[in-house]
């Protein structure tokens, strides 16, 4: 059989298959959201041959449908291929976002008291000393790499104090994560996943035997269903927390980064007056939203008159959805009072867990930046460089940048 047939089930009506590579059908050009956004003149559901690390599955075109399946987790189930477990050959499910509802809640229920907004306003103070810490090694040179002096690190910062892990370790979380999310090759792919297990594993061990803060007290101490959390189900929820907050926002703050660096307008506009920076914040986090996740059909039904398969992989790209052309007018035009309402963090039941932490962390980046610079803007003579995929995010982000007097 010719290998792309063998990637295009009997079952797929022929007018809904796109032969091409998701990767690089979005990184063709200079400007990833335009390229994605062409699949807003085809139809809200397709059958990408090579849609998720060279996998055939569906992808969702439109905000409804990427809505719908949001919702619907009794059709698209979160416990899905390709991830962890898989790399590991260990049954570590990411906990909660591999875990289906009904037994998600009670995982959720365990995270939800450290992410409010409340409890995330003490991190506050050691995120702006984070941010402080990174700029000075760069403030006085007049220019930076923000990917890697800035982007990159700045999560990782924030993820070794929410563990409570030695900063030591950055080197090593930073050259995995990168492994991980962006490895080419399956087998580097395996080895970062497996360093972060090992790493993982004895940073539990020692939390177990004292835990140091109280996330850390509230995960290993949890009951589910009246019993102590178990080994596989304490380590799925370290290792989220590991992948969850990352190249996330890792990937979002180069945008905006990016885009302020264009829009001096705006650069000033927000400088003059920091309150607009949440709605800002807002209209960034719909225009470059970064994630495209899957769920996998959980029973065979027929979805918007498309037969749909167990077993089918289901992609959503989040940024297809806060671009769609009916929900937002001008959906490339980033308009801070737009005031739009979007997914850049999933909806339903897995909604993200880390929302208003990342909102922070957003913020204080922006402020900081703002604050500490007069002006940003782009190199000249240089040509930043980014990646697709299942983030998209910026490698190389040459700035200049003026100090403020
Ligand atoms: C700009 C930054 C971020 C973005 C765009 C983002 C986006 C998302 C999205 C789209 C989901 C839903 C995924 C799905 O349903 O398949 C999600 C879930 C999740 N995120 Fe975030 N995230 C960000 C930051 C963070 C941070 C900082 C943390 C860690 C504290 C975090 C932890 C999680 C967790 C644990 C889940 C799973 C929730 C569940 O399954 O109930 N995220 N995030």
């Not at 477990?85 to 365990?110: C, F, K, S, T, W």
């Not at 492994?179 to 004895?202: F, H, N």
């Not at 009951?223 to 926002?249: C, N, S, W």
Request: with cysteine.
């Amino acid at each position: 059989m010719h290998p792309t047939a063998e990637r295009i089930p009997a079952t797929v009506p022929p007018e809904l298959v796109h032969e091409a590579d998701f990767d690089a059908l979005t990184s063709e050009g200079n400007d990833p959201w335009a390229a994605i956004a062409r699949l807003h003149e085809g139809p809200p559901v397709i059958w990408m041959t090579h849609a998720n690390y060279g996998r055939p599955g569906w992808v969702l075109t439109r905000q409804d449908v990427i809505n719908e399946a949001f919702i619907d987790y009794e059709h698209f189930s979160s416990e899905r291929p390709g991830m962890i477990a898989d790399m590991l050959g260990e049954p570590v499910r990411l906990n909660p976002i591999e875990i289906d509802p009904p037994r998600h809640h009670a995982y959720r229920q365990v995270l939800n008291p450290f992410f409010t907004p409340k409890a995330m306003k003490e991190f506050d103070d050691p995120v702006r000393r984070c941010c402080r810490e990174l700029i000075a090694q760069f403030k006085d040179r007049g220019e930076c790499e923000f990917a890697q002096e800035f982007a990159v690190r700045f999560p990782s910062y924030i993820f070794l104090d929410l563990m409570d892990m030695p900063r030591d370790r950055l080197g090593d979380f930073i050259g995995w994560q990168d492994q991980l999310m962006r490895g080419t090759d399956p087998m580097v792919r395996v080895g970062a996943a497996r360093s972060i297990y090992a790493y993982l594993k004895e940073h539990m061990a020692a939390q177990q035997r004292n835990p140091t803060t109280a996330l850390l007290r509230g995960m290993v101490g949890a009951e589910i269903d009246d019993r102590p959390i178990d080994y596989y189900e304490l380590m799925g929820m370290f290792y989220v927390l590991y992948v969850g907050g990352l190249d996330t926002v890792y990937s979002t703050i180069g945008w905006i980064m990016h885009h302020l660096a264009k829009d001096r307008d705006l650069q000033a506009r927000l400088r003059a007056d920091l309150s607009l920076v949440p709605q800002a914040i807002e209209e960034f986090c719909r225009a470059f939203s970064v994630v495209v996740t899957h769920r996998q059909v959980a029973k065979d039904f027929v979805f918007h008159g498309v037969p749909m398969k167990k077993g089918d992989e289901v992609n959503l790209p989040i940024m297809l959805a806060n671009r769609d052309p009916a929900v937002h007018e001008n959906p490339h035009v980033i308009d801070i009072d737009r005031k739009p309402r979007h997914i850049a963090f999933g909806t339903g039941t897995h909604n993200c867990v880390g929302i208003h932490l990342a909102k922070r962390e957003l913020r204080i980046v922006i402020e900081e930046f703002l604050t500490t610079f007069a002006d940003i803007r782009l190199k000249p003579g240089e040509t930043p460089r980014y990646h697709t995929g299942r983030t998209f995010g910026f490698d190389y982000l040459p700035l200049e940048l003026d100090q403020r007097s």
